[in-house]
């Protein structure tokens, strides 16, 4: 296919495709999604090898957000029968994170329910890191906590955070339809306010909200022009007592197609396979791997993932292999080494400066970002909602994927905030 041969020049070049090829993309078929994976996995292997990256949620206080993000368990109204508890101490969120690290993960990500933080949880969480730091060597650690304040993400900078987390969720157009008490603006000035501050920036989406593929089109393009070193890419997970309970409309072709698009326009960037994997790709999980370079271990924020061991055995029996903690995540280009060659790139998913100035990501031994969770649901997302409208044509589309599977949402009963073992 003549599309995808031309995509792979570009992402061999770190030059974005048109806003038309992006769509292109979102419209080929199911007889040619492996054709899709192939051609964006070369992609992926030119700047990320084989190496699997492994990020460890913590929630580190859970539900009972004044927020109304419509995709969020946490949210106002919610009825979803999940956790709720308030801020973990500092050594029980130190324990919790021990339980990734020890799966093999090398970045923690603490997450907060509510809209933003105030002084006082940012100490909170400052003490926090330091603790994880201290007890777990070489760890790096993303704080998800919210819409920032002036000072706030100095604040967690000093304590050690290596990467904040912040999601534009969807498009701006559209964004209105899905969270009414905060803005798409203040999303984009959280993340700079991350960027300025020297934190590594972490910010993604969520697929299958109902959305179009010009919406879809439309988020990643932005989320290239603000250039975070990490973009998760979550699938809804429709939680029952949510207003998009009933919103199924996404296949496991559909997912791949999303994350190779988001490979194409992003190349370079750390793409992580988020929430809502076990529920929308299923079985096609493994052929993910070949898009995206970064998955969660075990579960989420209030929702089960697959078992820790079933994602280690996945990723070895596709071929590729866990990245190590002495690895750098991003090519040389992006962290201020070398640029191996690599020409072009345009705004957005190249280098980009550092808090000082210089060239690169100024933030942990990997050199960037993590986790795609955010303060609120059972994947990993941010604070803020509304309420979309289904579609029967919307719904249709999850039909032809065999329907919905309520059956693959599991409100999570383990690990942080309870007194059973994790899942890591």
Not at 407 to 420: C, K, M, N, S, W
């Amino acid at each position: 296919m003549e599309l995808l041969g031309r995509l792979v020049e570009k992402g061999l070049r770190r030059e974005p495709p048109t806003r038309d090829e992006a769509l292109a993309v979102l419209a080929t078929s199911d007889d040619d999604v492996l054709d899709v994976v192939a051609a964006a996995g070369r992609v992926r292997r030119q700047w990320f090898g084989r190496r699997v990256k492994l990020n460890y949620l913590v929630n580190l206080k859970s539900g009972l957000c004044p927020e109304d993000c419509s995709y969020c368990s946490q949210r106002l109204g919610s009825t979803a029968g999940i956790l709720k508890y308030t801020w973990l101490k500092p050594e029980e969120a130190s324990q919790a994170a021990a339980a990734g690290v020890a799966g093999g993960a090398k970045r923690v990500c603490l997450v907060a329910s509510g809209r933003g933080p105030t002084d006082r949880d940012v100490d909170r969480v400052s003490r926090t890191i330091e603790t994880i730091k201290e007890q777990n060597e070489g760890v790096e650690v993303c704080a998800c906590l919210g819409l920032l304040s002036a000072g706030q993400a100095e604040k967690l900078r000093g304590a050690g955070a290596d990467a904040y987390n912040h999601n534009l969720n969807t498009s701006e157009a559209t964004y209105g339809e899905i969270t009414t008490t905060h803005t798409y603006a203040d999303r984009v000035e959280t993340v700079q306010q991350a960027q300025s501050a020297g934190l590594s920036a972490c910010s993604g989406l969520i697929a299958g909200m109902g959305e179009t593929d010009e919406d879809l089109v439309d988020v990643v393009f932005a989320l290239r022009e603000l250039d975070p070193d990490s973009v998760p890419v979550n699938f809804l997970i429709p939680f029952e007592g949510t207003p998009l309970a009933k919103e199924w409309n996404l296949t496991p072709q559909r997912c791949l197609r999303i994350l190779a698009m988001v490979r194409f326009v992003c190349p370079d960037v750390e793409v992580r396979l988020a929430g809502g994997r076990e529920v929308h790709l299923r079985t096609l999980q493994p052929l993910a791997l070949h898009l995206a370079n970064s998955i969660f271990l075990g579960d989420y924020l209030t929702s089960e993932g697959q078992a820790g061991r079933a994602d280690l055995d996945m990723i070895a029996d596709a071929g590729f292999e866990v990245e190590g903690a002495g690895t750098t995540t991003l090519p040389a280009h992006r962290t201020g080494g070398a640029p191996d060659g690599a020409q072009g790139g345009g705004p957005g998913c190249g280098s980009h400066p550092a808090a000082d100035g210089t060239a690169g990501s100024v933030c942990g031994p990997a050199g960037e970002a993590g986790c795609g969770s955010g303060a609120g649901c059972g994947h990993a997302t941010g604070p803020g909602c509304g309420s979309t409208a289904t579609t029967e044509t919307s719904r249709a589309t999850g039909a032809a994927g065999g329907g919905p599977r309520p059956d693959l949402v599991t409100v999570r009963r383990r690990g942080a905030g309870t007194e059973v073992a994790p899942n890591a």
